[in-house]
């Protein structure tokens, strides 16, 4: 109590000393949400149903974009990408399956890793058509293969229009629905 009565004093005292103290405190708060929203906060619109099971046409996501400036994505992460680089075009959101240096082939609706069934760990449908991944695809040093999760129903990396996806073209992971609320929640 007699300390509590004292620090009251003190700012009774320094008027000055203690709306400085304030504004420091809010300009810190101010700056730590800023950092917040520019790596963490960047949202995105899901076009499409490309995504079916894990995203809706219309689902309002959130970005990490912190996420790949250290490291790729890993097999499996969603993301969020500029087709070819393009900034005029709307941003793509994919499932990630090859990895750099990798081979992928799609056979009778399987997916071929390196020669080995990759078994997703999902219920995906089964692939009716593998498209350009009907022969052997070699990823390059920074490219990525992707799939839609409505594979039926989705331009990806089977198809010439898409390709592969480069590393600079990633925009970062998708971590979170933020609408709407009947959907919200985490991507996994």
């Known amino acids: 109590m007699r300390k509590q009565k004292k620090e009251r004093e003190k700012v009774r005292k320094n ?50 974009e912190l996420s790949y400036r250290f490291s790729g994505p890993s097999r ?54 593998a498209g350009m991944a009907a022969q052997e695809i070699t990823l390059g040093e920074d490219e990525y293969f992707v799939l839609g999760d409505n594979r039926n129903q989705s331009e990806d990396s089977r198809f010439a229009d898409m390709g592969n996806v480069k590393l600079e073209d990633i925009e970062g992971k998708v971590w979170a629905v933020l609408s709407p609320s009947d959907h919200r929640g985490l991507v996994k």
């Open 15 to 64: 008027p000055i000393k203690a709306g400085l103290g304030w504004l420091f405190q809010i300009i810190v708060v101010i700056l730590f949400a800023y950092i917040a929203v520019f790596f963490f906060g960047q949202s995105r619109t899901n076009i499409g149903q490309a995504m079916n099971s894990t995203l809706s046409g219309g689902d309002v996501v959130l970005l990490n």
């Open 76 to 129: 499996e992460d969603v993301i969020s990408f500029k087709l070819n680089g393009s900034e005029d075009t709307h941003s793509y959101i994919r499932r990630v399956i090859g990895l750099p240096g990798e081979t992928i082939q799609i056979i009778d609706g399987m997916i071929y890793i390196n020669g080995s069934v990759y078994l997703e760990t999902q219920g995906f449908p089964q692939m009716e058509n």
